[in-house]
C-alpha cells in the first residue's frame, strides 16, 4: 500500500518487537504513574505505538502528516475488527488534542481507568496478532 499516510516498508521481526516493547513500556509508566495527566498522556503514546507495531508486523509504515494518527487508528481498528478501537481511540487522540491545542483538559480517575482498560486490551490484541503476548 502506497498512499498519503502509509507507504510499504520490510521492517524486520526485531523492529516490530521493538515497536512492541515501546508500547509496552509507555503502558508500564501509564500503569504505574499517580497523576491523571501523565497517565492518560502515556495510555494514548502506547495506544499509538502499539499500533505502529501492528502496522510495521504487516510492512507498513506511517507517513508523519497532519490526520495521521486518526488514519493509525482506523487502520488499528480495521486490522483487528474492532470499530470500539476507532471509536474509543478517536475520542482519546480528541481530549489529547484539546489538552495540547485547547488549554487542557480534566482527566479524572475515572477517566483514565476506563483509557487505561481499553489500552492494555489493545495491546494485547497486537501482541497476540503479532505472536508475542504481553
Known amino acids: 500500500m502506497n498512499d498519503k499516510f502509509f507507504t510499504d516498508f520490510a521492517f524486520t521481526p526485531e523492529q516490530v518487537q521493538k515497536n512492541l516493547q515501546n508500547a509496552k513500556r509507555d503502558l508500564g509508566i501509564a500503569r504505574e504513574d499517580t497523576i491523571f495527566d501523565v497517565k492518560f498522556t502515556y495510555a494514548y503514546t502506547a495506544l499509538i505505538k502499539a499500533g505502529l507495531a501492528l502496522l510495521s508486523y504487516y510492512k507498513l509504515k506511517v507517513r508523519s502528516i497532519p490526520g495521521h494518527h486518526i488514519k493509525l487508528i482506523e487502520?488499528?481498528?480495521?486490522?483487528?475488527?474492532?470499530?470500539?478501537?476507532?471509536?474509543?481511540?478517536?475520542?482519546?487522540?480528541?481530549?489529547?488534542?484539546?489538552?495540547?491545542?485547547?488549554?487542557?483538559?480534566?482527566?479524572?480517575?475515572?477517566?483514565?481507568?476506563?483509557?487505561?482498560?481499553?489500552?492494555?486490551?489493545?495491546?494485547?490484541?497486537?501482541?497476540?496478532?503479532?505472536?508475542?503476548?504481553?
Open 75 to 134: 487502520k488499528l481498528a480495521e486490522i483487528l475488527g474492532d470499530q470500539a478501537i476507532d471509536d474509543l481511540g478517536n475520542a482519546m487522540r480528541s481530549r489529547r488534542n484539546a489538552d495540547l491545542y485547547a488549554g487542557g483538559t480534566d482527566i479524572t480517575a475515572k477517566d483514565c481507568g476506563e483509557y487505561l482498560a481499553f489500552v492494555e486490551s489493545v495491546v494485547l490484541k497486537v501482541s497476540e496478532k503479532i505472536g508475542k503476548p504481553v
